[in-house]
């Protein structure tokens, strides 16, 4: 990254709201269910899958866990009702996790359930790496339970990646595979981004051994490459593997993986909570310096780009 846009990266959390908003907007789906639904309709036209997640990382009461909780109730509903093509992705902090683990426990298992009933499936976030474990706890503890339409997200970036998979092997997870967004200490995580790559392709590679079914959570040219021929080389059938994105990042190519012929999910964020998200999103976007110079010119120059 550039060094203006490292600066602007850095003192992203101190511009005002609604720029961050104005610029963010591609990479959430809105605030209402409504909006959400309609994206993932959009997205299953183009011959796209999606996630939906209910934004909610900022909860501090059990009431507002349980109210993100009971939103994946509507969500089922609404993607039986509209025949949408889309499975749930949910965060255990939004769950409740930070309140105690039975709080997330409780709210983890009736959403998995709930979209057992409705044939659906559940995607836990991996979050930093103070959650590492009670998230796969969790996992583990669902799956032993005999819930099976549970997956777990597993970040390249952790030093302990390979070993959680190796430990998780006798369940054969269902795992995203993603570099991982978090700051983590040195110790805990590669910093370097070769190390990081290398450490994808060889937890990709140990995941596909183990017959697990892996979604290729990446937007990195080098590492969609990779996937690809790791594939190729287990000879998987279009059915064994998923690729995913990001809402909002690199579309163009995300349409191409289609053309191509693979399977690919897109991450459909949507709620009123959307500024962490949002921050995080930016804070990766190479051009970043670029779109917050011409939101705050056109801010400055009324009618720039057609906007008043
Ligand atoms: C479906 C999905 C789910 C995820 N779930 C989790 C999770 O549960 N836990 C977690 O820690 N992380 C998660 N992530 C985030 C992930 O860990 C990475 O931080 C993120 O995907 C960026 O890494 P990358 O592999 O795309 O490579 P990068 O090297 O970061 O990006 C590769 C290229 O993609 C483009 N790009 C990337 N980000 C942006 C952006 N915001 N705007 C515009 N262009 C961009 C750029 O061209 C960039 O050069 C998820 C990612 C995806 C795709």
Known sequence: MALLDRAIVSALPAVPKPIVRRISQRYIAGER?????????????????????????????PEEA?????????VFRAIGEQGLDSNVSVK??????????SVARQNLE?????????????????????CTEDTLALYRELREEGLDNVGIVLQAYLRRTLDDIESLADL????????????EPLKAAYHDFDQVRASFVRALGALLEGGSYVGIATHDEWLLQEGARLVREHRLEREQYEFQ???????????????????????????????????????????IAGYIASDTLSRLIPGRNGRR
């Open 110 to 130: 009736r959403t998995v359930r709930g979209a057992a009933e409705r044939g659906n499936f559940v995607r836990i976030d991996m979050e930093d790496s103070s």
């Open 66 to 74: 349980r109210h993100i909780a009971y939103s994946y109730d509507d």
């Open 245 to 287: 994105m990001l809402l909002g990042v690199r579309p163009e190519r995300a349409d191409e993986l289609v053309v191509a012929g693979h399977r690919l999910r897109i991450y459909v964020p949507y709620g009123d909570e959307w500024y962490a998200y949002s921050l995080r999103r930016l804070q990766e976007n190479p051009k």
């Open 92 to 101: 255990l902090t939004g769950l409740g996790l930070k309140l105690g683990r």
């Open 172 to 183: 054969t997870p269902n795992v995203r595979l993603c570099k991982g967004i978090y700051v």
């Open 33 to 61: 269910i409504e909006d959400a639904c309609r994206v993932v309709e959009e997205l299953n036209a183009a011959g796209k899958m999606a996630t939906i997640d209910v934004l909610g990382e900022e909860i501090t009461t």
